[in-house]
């Protein structure tokens, strides 16, 4: 029986360019799903803002997902919640003392 290898090569197909990669078998998934999101974007901005160069284009589209991950790193931020329960803790390990 043949032993399937951890790596896979996959083509991306954005715009006119086409772009062979070898990556980690199991990040398939998510690679494809990069491609259709960088896809839905650029397509976005060639349909709102015609006439445009595709290097104008590929720098919306660039900036648009990097503020939506910019964004998705801050609402992901745990400090608070960790504040919040930092009362809980001491409180929870001062009972314990006293079991």
């Known amino acids: 029986m043949e032993q399937q290898s951890d790596t896979l090569s996959i083509t991306l ?5 086409t772009l062979p990669m070898t990556i980690r078998r199991s990040d398939e998934f ?5 491609e ?3 896809k839905e974007r650029f397509n976005y901005y060639t349909g709102n803002y015609p006439n445009q160069s595709t290097d104008l284009y590929l ?9 939506r991950l910019k964004r ?3 609402s992901s ?7 919040r329960l930092q009362p809980l803790l001491v409180e929870l390990e001062s009972a314990l003392k006293k079991m």
């Open 13 to 17: 197909k954005i715009g006119s360019w």
């Open 30 to 34: 998510i690679y494809r799903q990069a």
């Open 36 to 38: 259709k999101l960088i």
């Open 59 to 67: 720098m919306m589209t660039i900036l648009d997902i990097a503020v």
């Open 72 to 74: 998705q790193e801050t």
């Open 77 to 83: 931020d745990t400090q608070p919640v960790k504040d």
